[in-house]
């Protein structure tokens, strides 16, 4: 039995982890797995509930579970309150209790997505990369951090720390999921001014000895940011750091076209994978059925490979949503501007991937 943690959160959350518990569910019966799935609370939900963003019951849970499935964190609502307590803490702490050192974020455009890309549909058809962002060091966790008083002006400052191990450990992962790929591996840094980045240049070259199968680039951020959009296409596999990682997987996802369509994973030493797609809470559209399930069911699909070893299981997921989108399906945020056909609630998108992957 794989027990799976589903943690909705806020926002459209609750809507999109549901309909890709039913797809996962559907998943379970066709291939034999045998899943049970289970609720708990993390960021502003948490937060209204019991005064923290992440619960330790929550927490407890997810290390006792097979995977953790999340919806999205956040909104206006707690946008006042102090940094240590807003709903993103909660998301930034169980990744970093469960030692999800390790996010993989695909960015693939669907054939039948070309046109909604903002970039001409020449330079977008055909994108397949993957941005290994490390995730549990860097910038965002650094000591010392704070702000303080001096000479009468308030000063702000944070700590880019990496060691190692930190840098070995995700370049591997890296190096792995290029093998598997295409054999081509970009790291990601800006070592013309950092020390830190130097440090990682000369790892992942160390690291690179032991995948002679695997090409390896060095390319600055500022230079990758622009081939993301100028020739997406040569990229395969994008190894980065925390904060690098967290503008260029964005960027990537846009050129794809939209944010509801882009999946992640997160994973780490511990077994616990955390699946989740990569669009924020969008308040706005929460109770109204208007979300994009796809995003979080493509989620579920990398939790099935990823997690439960279950790649056919994954594959049949991801080609039933790539039949929906060939057959003209479409939620609000996959419109062209002008074009004009039928527009698809949460619920009914959900179900359309349903019917396409029977049980």
Known sequence: ???????????????????????????????GLDLTFEEGLIGGAAL??????????????????????????????????????RPEKGLLRIRKELGLFANLRPATVFPALVGASTLRPEVVRGIDLLVVRELTGGIYFGEPRGREQRDGRRRAFNAMVYDEEEIARIARVAFRAAAGRRGHLTHVHKANVLEVSQLWVEVVSEVAREFPEVELAHQLVDSCAMLLVREPRRFDVLLTGNLFGDILSDEAAM????????????????????????????????????????????????????????PEAAGAVRQAVARVLEAGARTRDLLLPGEERPVLGCRAMGEQVLRELPA
């Open 1 to 31: 039995m794989h027990r799976i943690l589903l943690l909705p959160g806020d926002g459209i959350g609750p809507e999109v982890v549901a309909e890709a518990r039913r797809v996962l569910g559907r998943a379970g019966e066709r291939f």
């Open 48 to 85: 209204d509930a019991t005064g923290s963003p992440l619960p330790e019951e929550t927490l407890e849970r997810a290390r006792s579970c097979r995977a953790v499935l999340l919806g999205a964190v956040g909104g206006p609502k707690w946008d006042a309150l102090p940094v240590d307590v």
């Open 255 to 310: 050129i794809t076209g939209s944010l509801g369509m882009l999946p992640s994973a997160s994973l780490g030493e511990s077994g616990v994978g955390l699946f989740e797609p990569v669009h924020g809470s969008a308040p706005d559209l929460a109770g109204r059925d208007e979300a994009n399930p796809l995003a979080t069911i493509l989620s579920g699909a990398m939790l099935l490979e990823h997690s439960l070893g279950a």
